[in-house]
T-cell receptor
Framework: NAGVTQTPKFRVLKTGQSMTLLCAQD?????MYWYRQDPGMGLRLIHY???????AKGEVPDGYNVSRLKKQNFLLGLESAAPSQTSVYFC??????????????FGPGTRLTVL | SQQGEEDPQALSIQEGENATMNCSYK?????LQWYRQNSGRGLVHLIL?????REKHSGRLRVTLDTSKKSSSLLITASRAADTASYFC???????????FGQGTRLTINP
């Protein structure tokens, strides 16, 4: 099992450009999450999904959109990137039995810089 | 606002010593988890302790939970250089359907 994978690993954008981060998991997990990690801020939840076709806002959703068209994939989109979105983005998943507050499995992260 | 807050923010010890880090939280919880993050990597789950448990062990890790004080501690015994990482606690609050992570403790093990 690959677990949780993220694409790309690194990306540099100019202000106003758009991009999509892809998260894939092969554990058949129902729940998936997108976090951002900034120095001294810990992890903050951007959006999450409790199943295929569903999404919900987290703590810091502004400037981001998400889609969960397939159970194994969770996409995070930035429509018009801003320097404040420079961060490391992590995707995670958890299974139905434990629920969203049980063990989460993390991807390796995407380091995004917006100039 | 942060649910879990770790203390200290940074800890540096000699290899072989024990490392203790603490987590305090604000609201009632169902469980509390500890995660490790090596530099440049994603978080890895270490241990989960439920609100009706007081202590849990996993190898060289020992976690305690005091719900009356709303605090938890993570003890790493006989530390190794490979334990150098950041450690995060994560809590839910009853009724919320998500975890909230603290800011982490950065642990450095000196050879």
């Amino acid at each position: 099992n690959a677990g949780v994978t993220q694409t790309p690993k690194f990306r540099v954008l100019k202000t106003g450009q758009s991009m999509t981060l892809l998260c894939a998991q092969d554990m058949n997990h129902e729940y998936m999450y997108w976090y951002r990690q900034d120095p001294g801020m810990g992890l903050r939840l951007i959006h999450y999904s409790v199943g295929e076709g569903t999404t919900a806002k987290g703590e810091v959703p502004d400037g981001y959109n998400v889609s969960r068209l397939k159970k194994q994939n969770f996409l995070l989109g930035l429509e018009s990137a801003a320097p404040s979105q420079t961060s490391v983005y992590f995707c995670a998943s958890s299974n139905l039995r434990g629920g969203p507050t049980d063990t989460q499995y993390f991807g390796p992260g995407t380091r995004l810089t917006v100039l | 606002s942060q649910q879990g807050e770790e203390d200290p923010q940074a800890l540096s010890i000699q290899e072989g010593e024990n490392a203790t880090m603490n987590c305090s939280y604000k609201t009632s919880i169902n469980n509390l988890q500890w995660y490790r993050q090596n530099s440049g990597r994603g978080l890895v789950h270490l241990i989960l302790i439920r609100s009706n448990e007081r202590e849990k062990h996993s190898g060289r890790l020992r976690v305690t939970l005091d719900t009356s004080k709303k605090s938890s501690s993570l003890l790493i015994t006989a530390s190794r250089a490979a334990d150098t990482a950041s450690y995060f606690c994560a809590t839910d609050d009853r009724g919320a359907q998500k975890l909230v992570f603290g800011q982490g403790t950065r642990l450095t093990i000196n050879p």
